[in-house]
C-alpha cells in the first residue's frame, strides 16, 4: 500500500518562491499519473498540476508559467516548484496519485497524501 507525505509548506510574502516534496512509501509504478492538488477553506479541491509517466506536463490556467511539476523516480519524491507565488495560491497542497491515469477530477485519484499549508501573505 502506497503512502504519500508532502513537506515543504510555509508562509511566505508574495513573489516569493517555494518548493514542495512528496514522498512516497511503498512502490509507484511507472504508469501511474502523479498529480498535485490543493484546497483553499471553503473551496473545492482543485487540480493544480499532473506529470504523465511520459513526461508530459500539466497545469491549472492559474499557476501555468509559474509552478513547475517534476520527479525523481529513484528517490521516489515529487516535487512541485513555486514561484511568484501570490496570496490566491494560499491552499492546503495535497499530492496524489492516479492508477488509471490521466485526469483532474479528484474522486479519480487513489491514494491521497495528508496536505501541507501554503500561505501567501505580506
Known amino acids: 500500500q502506497v503512502q504519500l507525505a508532502e513537506y515543504g509548506g510555509g508562509l511566505v510574502q508574495p513573489g516569493s518562491s517555494l518548493k514542495l516534496s512528496c514522498t512516497a512509501s511503498?512502490?509507484?509504478?511507472?504508469?501511474?499519473?502523479l498529480a498535485w492538488f490543493r484546497q483553499a477553506p471553503g473551496k473545492e479541491r482543485e487540480f493544480v498540476a499532473g506529470l504523465r509517466p511520459s513526461g508530459n506536463r500539466y497545469y491549472s490556467d492559474s499557476v501555468k508559467d509559474r509552478f513547475t511539476i517534476s520527479r525523481d523516480s529513484g528517490a521516489n519524491v515529487l516535487y512541485l516548484d513555486m514561484k511568484n507565488l501570490k496570496s490566491e495560491d494560499t491552499s492546503v497542497y495535497y499530492c496524489?496519485?492516479?492508477?488509471?491515469?490521466?485526469?483532474?477530477?479528484?474522486?479519480?485519484?487513489?491514494?491521497w497524501g495528508q496536505g501541507t499549508q501554503v500561505t501567501v501573505s505580506s
Open positions: 496524489a496519485i492516479a492508477r488509471r491515469g490521466y485526469s483532474r477530477i479528484s474522486k479519480e485519484f487513489d491514494v
Open positions: 511503498g512502490r509507484v509504478y511507472s504508469s501511474h499519473f
